[in-house]
T-cell receptor, first 118, second 112 residues
């Protein structure tokens, strides 16, 4: 079946511009996660959505970052007034459940969006 | 705060040799994951370890988990070039959101 998809695959923007990154999770997956991978910081958790619960935003690095998930499916990560330090690969993942015994919430990752801020 | 440390961070080895990558974590958790990442690609799930003493094997890779020692190992047997990649371990907390905390990654290069 289809995996997690993300768009765009690459995004080049100028400092100060806003960007939107999109994630389509695996159908039926209730949990959705955003991570960031950069050379200096490795892989970092950003935000997590589970069903209709309030999202866990504890990993967002600043208030310029926000995310929403519409209809329990597609998610958009928005970065306002981008800075050069925002350059990274943004990875989205989804899983069947965040709690419980099966399938233990194994996360499946999308191909990522490579963001370059000039 | 949960911290996850891998070692070594870089590993260059010859085909046919055996080696082990170590993953230590700092707080209680019984869910540990191993991922593989090829250059320019996303993360591919390799193993999910869910209990103390869990051992899983796939081909030349074997992963184990010791929750008492807060240690997981990824053992490579008779390495082949195709296993060259970066390997990440990740841990999530027993309670709260399943936000994975990743190790730094181990870049494995296997030379013919």
């Amino acid at each position: 079946g289809a995996g997690v998809s993300q768009s765009p695959s690459n995004k080049v923007t100028e400092k100060g511009k806003d960007v939107e990154l999109r994630c389509d999770p695996i159908s039926g997956h209730t949990a959705l996660y955003w991570y960031r991978q950069s050379l200096g910081q490795g892989l970092e958790f950003l935000i997590y959505f589970q069903g209709n619960s309030a999202p866990d935003k504890s990993g967002l690095p600043s208030d310029r970052f926000s995310a929403e998930r519409t209809g329990g499916s597609v998610s958009t990560l928005t970065i306002q007034r981008t800075q050069q330090e925002d350059s990274a690969v943004y990875l989205c993942a989804s899983s069947l459940s965040s709690v419980g015994l099966a399938p233990k919430g194994e996360q499946f990752f999308g191909p990522g969006t490579r963001l370059t801020v000039l | 705060e949960l911290k996850v440390e891998q070692n070594p961070l870089f590993l260059s080895m010859q085909e046919g040799k055996n080696y082990t990558i170590y993953c230590n974590y700092s707080t209680t958790s019984d869910r540990l994951y191993w991922y593989r990442q090829d250059p320019g690609k996303s993360l591919e799930s390799l193993f999910v370890l869910l209990s103390n003493g869990a051992v899983k094997q796939e081909g030349r890779l074997m992963a184990s988990l010791d929750t008492k020692a807060r240690l997981s190992t990824l053992h490579i047997t008779a390495a082949v070039h195709d296993l060259s990649a970066t390997y990440f371990c990740a841990v999530d907390l027993i309670q709260g959101a399943q936000k994975l905390v990743f190790g730094q990654g181990t870049r494995l290069t296997i030379n013919p």
